[in-house]
């Protein structure tokens, strides 16, 4: 399976999404690779501690690195450039495209899937960084996705300052620990909406390119062959 995380620059939290669904897929997969396709190599940065459960590889190196990989996650670097989005979508099996609850996102998120449009491959929007003081805010982003046809994935992050203490120390949110070193109270918040956002993700890549999970956990864990006669 291979997904891609990509769209618009700047802190959307590419990296860090495409850094969370590898953790939680490696729980379940065999073996999980993060290609890091970004210039700013930020997915290497985070996992330079050797601290996560999985490889993160330099794009130059992910054609070897991925041989035997289950799922493989890019990192996908922000373009505008035509050649540049057909190549990672060639690549994928299905797209993530982070948006956060601001007008700005809301557009370039929309301009790409226009471009997105035009290609055989499913993809959804994530809304990440939700603020719960503007819920509004995010339905409303939400809501403008799906009138311009968008699949916008049910699960939404929280904006959290976990994620920050959890990248600072290169661990995933689950482990973010306070400067006191006490864990963060607020950790499995943003832990358990990567692991619903998972699910869905899993849902959408097309079954013929779908693999079997090595140890299921909390999803549906009919065999495929079951799940697609049913
Ligand atoms: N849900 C979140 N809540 C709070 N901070 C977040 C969240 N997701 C990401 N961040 C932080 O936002 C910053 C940018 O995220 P990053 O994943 O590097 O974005 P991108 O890869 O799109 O440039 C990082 O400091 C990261 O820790
Ligand atoms: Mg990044």
Known sequence: MFVTVFGQKGGVAKTCTSV???SIWSNQYQ???LVDADRNRSASAYGARGLLNFEVAPIEAAAKATRYSDVVVTDGQASSSQEEIKNL?????VIILPTAAQTRSLELTLEMAEHLKQFNVPFA???V???SRKAKAAREIRQALEAAGIEVLRAQIPLLAAFEK???????????VS???????RRMIGWHAYTKACEEIVELVPQRTNVIPM???GWDTTPLEDRRAA
């Open 125 to 127: 929007a994530l809304l």
């Open 89 to 93: 979508v060639d690549g994928a099996d």
């Open 166 to 176: 959890a990248e600072n120390a290169g661990v995933t949110v689950d482990q973010a």
């Open 20 to 22: 969370h669904l590898a």
């Open 215 to 217: 140890h299921p956990i």
């Open 179 to 185: 400067a006191a070193g006490k864990s963060d109270p």
């Open 31 to 33: 073996s999980v690779v």
């Open 129 to 131: 960084k939700v603020d």
